[in-house]
């Protein structure tokens, strides 16, 4: 076996492992006691996986190899400690001499050996299946009842909600909800902080909430540290490879993409998001596929309306996103009637027939759905006169004069029908009133004074 290896683990056991509290953190059972493999006793405490290793060193002439690695190290060592003694020892670990000043020849039990592998493999793809299983029972949990910790508002019945609240209204992005793990504890982590009048991002303390919302406002601290391996446990990436920590495995999938991309670049490839369907989780790979499939699944025909109701692109881009807000939020685009998950709401639309919206409900008027709800919305980049209409004889004078009729607030009245110039008016409108918008606690005052 590889000599510098074989002393750098020796070393390491002597002078102590640095990831040891990383992976008491994200074992399998993080307050079970440690074993001694070769003797009766046991370590507990915050610091029992050090103290196992200096035992096995000192009394043993002992080391785990990688022990960085293993995903639950109780119950590695119960394995072991059931099969290994000082008689058989030197058939199942390598025999190496440190040559250092602590002398001694040591023995090393790691992964070469086939069944130690299998033995990690077999702990890691335990671990990964309790860890989709709790994932599958807060998916299906609707018990979950929580109030938002920055403005107190109640969610009942499903996490998904109160994370895209958080997201939505106040920009606190915690990641997609399937990568996630442990939600309960990590909203009540979060909680205390807020509750504590800490940073939620630094962990630094206020006097009250009002100056900590100004602190989070002004240095954007709306998110987690992800240095702060305190919120480790409460991703999937963290588990997938032991011992290696997520900026390694992120690090690792960028350089995969990027050579993705040249090789795109290269071949003259272009790659596109799949177009997903307004209401059912259907994608397609255009977004012309997705609106034949609107109109024939759902009895939806969005060129048929923007014909016969004369819309413009800013009311196609507004009825878009109302439709994904609405049904990110379970609720009916016709008569607004709160369905408990998605299955509820799609059997509520099939039987009302509710799958296509009002002339003249008051989301035409709010401009806040010119927004994307959807992130890369294929719908979105359609070209109003090639794709949204199937008739490029159709006269437009009737839609010219429907819009005429309609009060405009981004145009001087010269009707000019530059849409450019109209697009520009409204980024700048939404980015006046973004700027405006404030994010509020409950209990906090807004007197920037305090």
Same mark, same amino acid.
């Given at each position: 076996r590889n000599q510098k290896m074989e002393q750098d683990a020796s070393?390491? #056991?002597? !002078?102590?492992?640095? $990831?040891?509290? /990383?992976v008491l953190m994200l074992g399998a059972n993080p307050n079970a006691a440690l074993p001694c493999i070769m003797c009766d006793a046991e370590f507990c405490g915050a610091e029992k996986q050090q103290s196992?290793? !200096? $035992?096995?060193a000192v009394a043993h002439k002992f080391v785990i190899g990688d022990i960085d690695k293993i995903v639950d190290l109780s119950e590695y060592l119960k394995y072991w400690r059931g099969k290994l003694n000082d008689t058989n020892l030197p058939l199942y670990a390598a025999v190496i001499d440190t040559r250092t =000043?602590?002398?001694?020849?040591?023995?090393?039990?790691?992964?070469?050996? +086939? !069944?130690?592998k299998k033995l990690r493999d077999t702990l890691q793809q335990n671990l990964l299946c309790q860890l989709l299983a709790k994932q599958q029972q807060e998916k299906n949990d609707i018990s979950f009842q929580r109030q938002c910790f920055f403005c107190s508002k109640e969610f009942k019945g499903s996490r998904a909600d109160l994370f895209g609240h958080l997201y939505d209204q106040h920009h606190f992005n915690l990641g997609r909800l399937e990568n996630l793990v442990y939600t309960d504890e990590l909203l009540a982590h979060l909680q205390a902080q807020v509750d504590s009048i800490k940073c939620v991002y630094c962990s630094k303390t206020f006097p009250n909430h009002a100056v900590l919302k100004k602190h989070m406002k002004t240095k954007r601290h709306y998110k987690i540290d992800p240095n702060d391996s305190t919120f480790d446990r409460f991703y999937m990436i963290n588990y997938l490879e032991p011992g290696k920590k997520w900026e390694e495995i992120h690090s690792e999938k960028e350089d995969v993409d990027d050579n993705d991309e040249e090789w795109n670049d290269w071949s003259g490839g272009e790659e596109k998001d799949d177009a997903q369907c307004l209401f059912c989780e259907e994608?397609? +790979?255009? #977004? !012309?596929?997705?609106? @034949? %499939?609107?109109? =024939? /699944?759902?009895?939806?025909?969005?060129?048929?309306?923007?014909?016969?109701?004369?819309?413009?692109?800013?009311?196609?881009?507004?009825?878009?996103?109302?439709?994904r807000a609405q049904v990110k939020q379970n609720k009916c685009v016709q008569c607004q009637e709160q369905t408990a998950n998605h299955?509820?709401?799609?059997?509520?639309? @099939?039987?009302?027939? %509710?799958?296509?919206?009002? /002339?003249?409900? +008051?989301?035409?008027?709010?401009?806040s759905y010119l927004r994307p709800v959807k992130e890369k919305d294929s719908l979105l980049t359609l070209d109003l006169d090639d794709d949204w209409s199937d008739d490029d004889s159709d006269d437009d004078r009737g839609r010219a004069a429907a819009r005429s009729t309609r009060p405009n607030h981004y145009c001087a009245e010269d009707d000019s029908d530059d849409d450019e110039d109209k697009l520009?008016?409204?980024?700048?409108?939404? /980015? =006046? @009133?973004e700027s405006q918008q404030d994010w509020k606690f409950d209990d906090a005052d807004d007197d920037d004074s305090d």
């Amino acid at each position: 076996r590889n000599q510098k290896m074989e002393q750098d683990a020796s070393v390491l #056991a002597l !002078e102590g492992n640095p $990831h040891s509290k /990383r992976v008491l953190m994200l074992g399998a059972n993080p307050n079970a006691a440690l074993p001694c493999i070769m003797c009766d006793a046991e370590f507990c405490g915050a610091e029992k996986q050090q103290s196992l290793i !200096e $035992h096995h060193a000192v009394a043993h002439k002992f080391v785990i190899g990688d022990i960085d690695k293993i995903v639950d190290l109780s119950e590695y060592l119960k394995y072991w400690r059931g099969k290994l003694n000082d008689t058989n020892l030197p058939l199942y670990a390598a025999v190496i001499d440190t040559r250092t =000043s602590s002398g001694g020849v040591f023995h090393l039990l790691c992964d070469t050996l +086939p !069944e130690d592998k299998k033995l990690r493999d077999t702990l890691q793809q335990n671990l990964l299946c309790q860890l989709l299983a709790k994932q599958q029972q807060e998916k299906n949990d609707i018990s979950f009842q929580r109030q938002c910790f920055f403005c107190s508002k109640e969610f009942k019945g499903s996490r998904a909600d109160l994370f895209g609240h958080l997201y939505d209204q106040h920009h606190f992005n915690l990641g997609r909800l399937e990568n996630l793990v442990y939600t309960d504890e990590l909203l009540a982590h979060l909680q205390a902080q807020v509750d504590s009048i800490k940073c939620v991002y630094c962990s630094k303390t206020f006097p009250n909430h009002a100056v900590l919302k100004k602190h989070m406002k002004t240095k954007r601290h709306y998110k987690i540290d992800p240095n702060d391996s305190t919120f480790d446990r409460f991703y999937m990436i963290n588990y997938l490879e032991p011992g290696k920590k997520w900026e390694e495995i992120h690090s690792e999938k960028e350089d995969v993409d990027d050579n993705d991309e040249e090789w795109n670049d290269w071949s003259g490839g272009e790659e596109k998001d799949d177009a997903q369907c307004l209401f059912c989780e259907e994608c397609f +790979p255009s #977004a !012309e596929l997705a609106l @034949q %499939h609107v109109a =024939s /699944r759902h009895k939806l025909d969005i060129p048929a309306l923007r014909k016969d109701w004369g819309l413009d692109v800013y009311d196609c881009i507004k009825l878009v996103n109302y439709i994904r807000a609405q049904v990110k939020q379970n609720k009916c685009v016709q008569c607004q009637e709160q369905t408990a998950n998605h299955t509820a709401l799609l059997a509520h639309l @099939q039987e009302k027939n %509710h799958f296509v919206v009002k /002339r003249d409900a +008051p989301f035409w008027k709010d401009d806040s759905y010119l927004r994307p709800v959807k992130e890369k919305d294929s719908l979105l980049t359609l070209d109003l006169d090639d794709d949204w209409s199937d008739d490029d004889s159709d006269d437009d004078r009737g839609r010219a004069a429907a819009r005429s009729t309609r009060p405009n607030h981004y145009c001087a009245e010269d009707d000019s029908d530059d849409d450019e110039d109209k697009l520009d008016a409204v980024v700048a409108h939404i /980015r =006046s @009133q973004e700027s405006q918008q404030d994010w509020k606690f409950d209990d906090a005052d807004d007197d920037d004074s305090d």
